[in-house]
T-cell receptor
Framework: AQSVTQLGSHVSVSEGALVLLRCNYS??????LFWYVQYPNQGLQLLLK??????LVKGINGFEAEFKKSETSFHLTKPSAHMSDAAEYFC???????????FGTGTRLQVTL | NAGVTQTPKFQVLKTGQSMTLQCAQD?????MYWYRQDPGMGLRLIYY???????DKGEVPNGYNVSRLNKREFSLRLESAAPSQTSVYFC???????????????FGPGTRLTVT
């Protein structure tokens, strides 16, 4: 069975600062990894995904994540935070032919002036 | 192209009442899913349908039933609502990929359900 751990339920950064949201996974088979973003009172929107190939994945809104198999990690980064990045971020792992997602508990990102 | 739609957006039920949450997608996806979201717990899978005509239990199926009405529609039914089912419910559908489970899921806007 797979699982996802997101370290830090709340992260606060200043506008223009580096954003780093941590995600570690556990999976008995090669994983497919996703980051989703949820703005208040909305559904989830895909930021980026890792399936196979290049381990550095670029997504929307300037976000990227690096798959590190040796560390079982898939941390999300953005060089310079913007006020509009304030939201909740979920890391998820998918395995199996039905592609069921297992989510982490989420990290709420606050961006301050 | 509306993507994934859900009705209703909000609902208040009394304990013991029943209701059906509706979900439809217009992206011709084979797989559909129902999740619930609770504070501090992320999203948890209730039921899913890998293809039209099939349904399977997820992580938290107790108290729920589902129907895959056709390829577009996947409904979630609460037969006898309980306060523990107060939550936000999300429906999703998945992009099909060949020979792999890497296709991403697309989510609806959610239904906020309160059971008193």
């Amino acid at each position: 069975a797979q699982s996802v751990t997101q370290l830090g339920s709340h992260v606060s950064v200043s506008e223009g600062a580096l954003v780093l949201l941590r995600c570690n996974y556990s999976s008995s088979v090669p994983p497919y990894l996703f980051w989703y973003v949820q703005y208040p009172n909305q559904g989830l929107q895909l930021l980026l995904k890792y399936t196979t190939g290049a381990t550095l994945v670029k997504g929307i809104n300037g976000f990227e994540a690096e798959f590190k198999k040796s560390e079982t990690s898939f941390h999300l980064t953005k060089p310079s935070a913007h006020m509009s990045d304030a939201a909740e971020y979920f890391c998820a792992v998918s395995t199996g032919t039905a592609s069921k997602l297992t989510f982490g508990t989420g990290t709420r990102l606050q961006v301050t002036l | 192209n509306a993507g994934v739609t859900q009705t209703p957006k909000f609902q208040v039920l009394k304990t013991g009442q029943s209701m059906t949450l509706q979900c439809a997608q217009d992206m011709n996806h084979n797989s559909m899913y129902w999740y619930r979201q609770d504070p501090g717990m992320g999203l948890r899978l209730i039921y899913y349908s890998a293809s039209e005509g099939t349904t399977d239990k997820g992580e938290v199926p107790n108290g729920y039933n589902v129907s895959r009405l056709n390829k577009r529609e996947f409904s979630l039914r609460l037969e006898s609502a309980a306060p523990s089912q107060t939550s936000v419910y999300f429906c999703a559908s998945r992009v099909q990929t060949w020979g792999a489970s890497g296709g991403e899921q697309y989510f609806g806007p959610g239904t906020r359900l309160t059971v008193t």
